[in-house]
T-cell receptor, first 110, second 114 residues
């Protein structure tokens, strides 16, 4: 089956850079996605990597190494509003539904 | 588009009662997913539909749970009878075909069974 591991908590200060790692085990691989969820809110899409390498979207970047079954989300110039939970996700065996990790709670302090 | 719409936002019910959660996906999306979120288990996939047809319900925890999608714009998740351990936030999400398309989530229904 599909399984993902990511740290449960990360803390950082405003303006810093933080990296959230994710390792996965899948039967069939259709890319690695990242979602953000603020307290009490809905998960929202951040990024998707299908191929090895770094994808950059503003302050956020996501990296994938398929040979290592590993990826990370890099958040730069942290702001208080970045305090949220971040989930990595892979597709199920059918390549359709997202299977999520347990999430990493990021706390940004001033 | 208003996004994925779920109702109710909050539901408090007594153990043994039937609970029905509702979801309206984004118009034009052909996949609909139901997830359950708890602190202990995180975001769990319960069931998903493609073009109104259930594709995988292996995540449905017990026979007490059932889901339907009678048409492209409406789905329900029913729990009968409900139990305290069913307390969680239930999310509905929809997406348009393709492996690399994002899933759009509704705001969730927070269910409390007392």
């Amino acid at each position: 089956g599909q399984s993902l591991e990511q740290p449960s908590e990360v803390t950082a200060v405003e303006g810093a850079i933080v990296q959230i790692n994710c390792t996965y085990q899948t039967s069939g691989f259709y890319g690695l996605s990242w979602y953000q969820q603020h307290d009490g809110g809905a998960p929202t899409f951040l990024s998707y990597n299908a191929l090895d390498g770094l994808e950059e979207t503003g302050r956020f970047s996501s990296f994938l190494s398929r040979s290592d079954s590993y990826g990370y989300l890099l958040l730069q110039e942290l702001q208080m509003k970045d305090s949220a939970s971040y989930f990595c996700a892979v597709r199920d065996r059918g390549g359709t539904a997202l299977i999520f990790g347990k999430g990493t709670t990021l706390s940004v302090s001033s | 588009d208003a996004g994925v719409i779920q109702s109710p936002r909050h539901e408090v019910t007594e153990m043994g009662q039937e609970v029905t959660l509702r979801c309206k996906p984004i118009s034009g999306h052909d996949y609909l997913f139901w997830y359950r979120q708890t602190m202990m288990r995180g975001l769990e996939l319960l069931i998903y539909f493609n073009n109104n047809v259930p594709i995988d319900d292996s995540g449905m925890p017990e026979d007490r749970f059932s889901a339907k999608m009678p048409n492209a714009s409406f789905s329900t998740l029913k729990i009968q009878p409900s139990e305290p351990r069913d307390s969680a936030v239930y999310f509905c999400a929809s997406s348009f075909q393709g492996l690399n398309t994002e899933a759009f989530f509704g705001q969730g229904t927070r269910l409390t069974v007392v």
